[in-house]
C-alpha cells in the first residue's frame, strides 16, 4: 500500500508539473453565454462533449484534458485527483460534469461536499469499460446537449471505424510484443501500461500483445524489469518523448538501450489521451496503432 501512494504521489506531481504547459494563466471566453458552464473534469467527457459540437459550453476543464487542441485555451481547476474547489467555484459553473469509473475518480474528499454546500450541481457520468459502454455514454451526453442526431453519427462512425480494424487486423500473422510507457522524467520512472483499461485493449484489437505482464493499468518497472518484458515495439507518451528531445534521447533511457524495440529502431511517439480511454476516435487511434506495431 505504502508503494502505491508513493506512485500515485509521483505520477499526480510529474503530471501536474510537465502537462499544465501555461494552462494555468489561461483566461475565460469573456463572450460566453451564461446559459451553460459547465466545468468538466473529466478528459473523456471534455472529448465527447466538442465530438459533439457542444465545446463552448464548458468554462473550465481539469489538467488531464488535452483534446481537442482548442481545450488547451481553457481555465483549469486542478488535476482531477487534487482538484480546488475555490478554483471551480470561482468559475461559476451551472453544473460540475466528472466520470464516474474506477480510474477517474475525483479528489480530495473534501471536493463535492464544498461544492454541494454552495448550491453547484455535480453530475456524475457512467465510466466506460467498453465500446457498448461508451456508445451508451455518447448517446446519453447527446440527449443531456441536445445533440442526439450527431451522437447517432459519431456512434455509428465508430461502429464502421471498428469494423475495418477487424477486418483490417486479418492480414497481419504477427503478433508484436507491445509496451506503452509513460516516462516521468523528473524520477526516472517508468510508467508502462498493464492488462487493464483502454490502451491494452486497443493493443490487443491492432494485432499485438501487452508486454507487461500485470493485472493493474499502471504499474512502475524499473530498467532490469523492462528489459526482461523485451518489447518488440515501445509507444512512447509524449509527455517525457517530447522533453527527452526525440527517439535517440530516448534510446539512452536505461534499460532501453537493450531492448529489441530499441535494437530495431522501433520506438515511437504516440499521445497519451489516444490510448487512454474509449472516445469517439477509438476506431481511428487503433488503425494508426496498427500501422506502427506491424511496421517493419
Known amino acids: 500500500m505504502k508503494n502505491k501512494l508513493i506512485f500515485l504521489t509521483c505520477f499526480i506531481s510529474l503530471f501536474i508539473l510537465f502537462s499544465s504547459c501555461g494552462r494555468f494563466g489561461n483566461k475565460e471566453d469573456e463572450n460566453r453565454t451564461e446559459k451553460d458552464r459547465i466545468v468538466c473534469v473529466s478528459k473523456q467527457l471534455t472529448e465527447l462533449i466538442y465530438a459533439l459540437g457542444a465545446g463552448n459550453k464548458i468554462v473550465a476543464v481539469d489538467l488531464s484534458s488535452t483534446y481537442p487542441d482548442a481545450v488547451k485555451k481553457l481555465p483549469t481547476v486542478g488535476y482531477h485527483r487534487m482538484l480546488s474547489a475555490e478554483g471551480i467555484i470561482a468559475m461559476k459553473p451551472t453544473v460540475v460534469f466528472y466520470n464516474g469509473g474506477t ?55 465508430l461502429d464502421a471505424d471498428m469494423k475495418l480494424v477487424a477486418e483490417k487486423r486479418k492480414q497481419y500473422t504477427d503478433t508484436p510484443r507491445v509496451m506503452i510507457i509513460h516516462f516521468g522524467r523528473a524520477s526516472n520512472i517508468y510508467f508502462p501500461f498493464g492488462h487493464k ?12 500483445i501487452n508486454a507487461v505482464d500485470t493485472a493493474s493499468k499502471f504499474r512502475t518497472l524499473s530498467p532490469e524489469i523492462l528489459v526482461q518484458c523485451q518489447p518488440q515495439v515501445i509507444l512512447a507518451t509524449e509527455f517525457g518523448f517530447d522533453r527527452l528531445g526525440g527517439v535517440d534521447k530516448f534510446k539512452e533511457l536505461p534499460g532501453i538501450a537493450l531492448t529489441p524495440a530499441a535494437k530495431d529502431n522501433r520506438i515511437y ?28
Open 103 to 157: 480510474d477517474a475518480s475525483i479528489g480530495p474528499a473534501t471536493v463535492l461536499p464544498q461544492l454541494e454546500k454552495v448550491g453547484i450541481p455535480v453530475k456524475e457520468w457512467s465510466g466506460t469499460d467498453n465500446i457498448e459502454d461508451t456508445k451508451k455514454l455518447i448517446h446519453e451526453l447527446g440527449i443531456y446537449l441536445h445533440a442526439e442526431t450527431k451522437a447517432d453519427s459519431l456512434c455509428n462512425k
Open 197 to 208: 483499461g483502454a490502451g491494452n485493449a486497443m493493443i490487443e484489437w491492432a494485432g499485438g
Open 269 to 296: 511517439r504516440t499521445e497519451e489521451h489516444d490510448l487512454l480511454y474509449f472516445g469517439p476516435r477509438t476506431g481511428e487511434n487503433i488503425l494508426k496503432l496498427m500501422d506502427l506495431i506491424h511496421k517493419k
